[in-house]
């Protein structure tokens, strides 16, 4: 039974994030009539790179295992924190956390998920052995010892997470972080099966020996066809799921998958194509879903690499963009022109346009052109380099338009597109001199995104580092007040129009068809979908 104190912080907790203290599953209207079939098939955009949530860092693999997987707390329709596995927490100072697990929670083999399944989730999240791509995110809020580990400095068990008995979790931070539970949604932070990683090593994702604690369980694995998920009786809220079985295609092609989705192929799309949009509008106005998102679609500078490692150069070709042209005619979903990294969706924040964004782009263009110069550019020494991004019709469309701005400064670009596995090695690698870049929050609050150019952070594919703007970001994190942070966030973001690590191009709206008998179907800020929301309705 929940003890007094313990209701009396849900509650607070719930009042900060937005949340509530029931969780979210389908719900069904009074009178709707099911489809006896209950079946959900999604475009997935690409090939996932991996189905481990310790090994993930892109929205195709978060997709899935936000079906395969619980955390201790869940996204809502609005992006608000629901109890998860946990079903009630509790803290006096935000740096100390204690977590309730639910005693009905259980693996998809029948075994009970404990808090012991979190402790080893954590630490396996930060230790180098893992090789986690997201291993930054357990130092983002400061969880003990956990910069110290990524570093090699310290053994993992020395994490500060702890189980206190089987169905209470605890973790301590350096730094109070008001926001810390709702980070807690995210892939990083999921349990994981001990006994089966340790019995089956990397092949432990594999359709024969997974082990989920989602409301599906995976049931096939076709590369570059499909994959499919089934409903997990054991999951402990599967008398609220509706939807049996989901099937994921990754197609990377958005007029392909728009063309699979008109001929009934799938029901819900990953994206859509753009030259399709308007015509989608008017054919079918009620299947067109596009809602607000916090993300920034933006380009990255290798600043290890010459010339990039020059502001005159990187500020040049931030210059050089028209934001307008690429936001309302290349894209034209409803995206907006993107000049600073946070966008303005962000709960709790609003960001302050950089000067350079009230200027014309006339202007901006002689700017340009005048920093080319300066950096030694010229017609006699054109400015030349490879411009990467990832296999997918609306990004070429972006890379060929900006592609020809940048033309206009005698600068000559050449497009380099790579399937999504080898275009993240690439990045990872440092590989390339501008590549294509796009970032989601992992939880609703602008940190989410300015922690991106710390020095540290895991994708910071650009390598850019300012121990001012480091400092700033650690300032944040001892900032209950969230005026305070955001004042700091405001500074943070005038280094980086400073500094021009990144062209921030626009900012991002989910726009996607999804079939009118798909019931439940959220519009959530972080486009967290979860398959066990939604609902087939008879038709």
Known sequence: MTHKKTMINTLLLAALFGGATLAHAADVPAGTKLAPEQSLVKGNGSEPATLDPHKTEGTVESNIQRDLFEGLVSSGPKGETLPGVAESWETKDNKHFIFHLRKDAKWSNGEPVTAHDFVFAFKRAVDPKTGSPYSWYMEIPTIVNASAIIAGKQPADTLGVKATDDYTFEVQLEKAIPYFVSMLSHTTTYPVPKKVIEKFGDKWTQPENMVSNGAYKLKDWVVNERVDVERNPNYWNNAKTVIDKVTYLPIQSTNAELNRYLAGELDLTYNMPIERF??????????????????????????????????????????????????????????????????????????????????????????????????????????????????????????????????????????????????????????????????????????????????????????????????????????????????????????????????????????????????????????????????????
């Open 278 to 539: 308007k015509q989608m509008k008017k054919e079918h106005p009620s299947e067109v879903q596009v809602s607000g998102y916090v993300g920034t679609y933006y380009y990255t500078f290798n600043t290890k690499r010459k010339p990039y490692d020059d502001v005159r150069v990187r500020t040049a070709l931030t210059y050089a963009i028209d934001r307008n042209v690429i936001a309302e005619k290349v894209m034209g979903k409803g995206e907006t022109p993107g000049y600073a990294l946070v966008p303005d969706f962000v709960d709790g924040f609003k960001p302050v346009a950089p000067e350079w964004s009230k200027l014309t782009q006339a202007e901006l263009d002689t700017k340009a052109k005048a920093l080319l110069t300066e950096a030694g550019y010229g017609p006699g020494n054109p400015l030349k380099f490879e411009l990467l991004y990832n296999t997918d019709d609306n990004h070429k469309k972006v890379a060929v338009a900006v592609a020809s701005m940048w033309k206009k400064l005698g600068v000559q670009v050449s497009l380099v597109n790579q399937e999504w596995k080898t275009y993240l090695e690439t990045l990872k690698q440092g590989q390339f001199d501008v590549a294509r870049r796009g970032w989601i929050a992992d939880y609703n609050e602008a940190s989410s995104m300015l922690d991106l150019m710390q020095t540290t952070h895991g994708n910071n594919d650009g390598k850019y580092s300012n121990p001012t703007f480091d400092k700033l970001m650690a300032e944040s994190r001892d900032q209950v007040d969230s005026a305070s942070r955001n004042k700091l966030y405001v500074q943070a973001e005038d280094i980086l129009a400073k500094d021009m690590p990144i062209a921030p191009i626009y900012q991002y709206v989910t726009s996607r068809m999804v079939k009118p008998y798909v019931g439940g179907y959220p519009a959530n800020p972080l486009d967290n979908l979860y398959s066990k929301d939604m609902y087939i309705i008879a038709h």
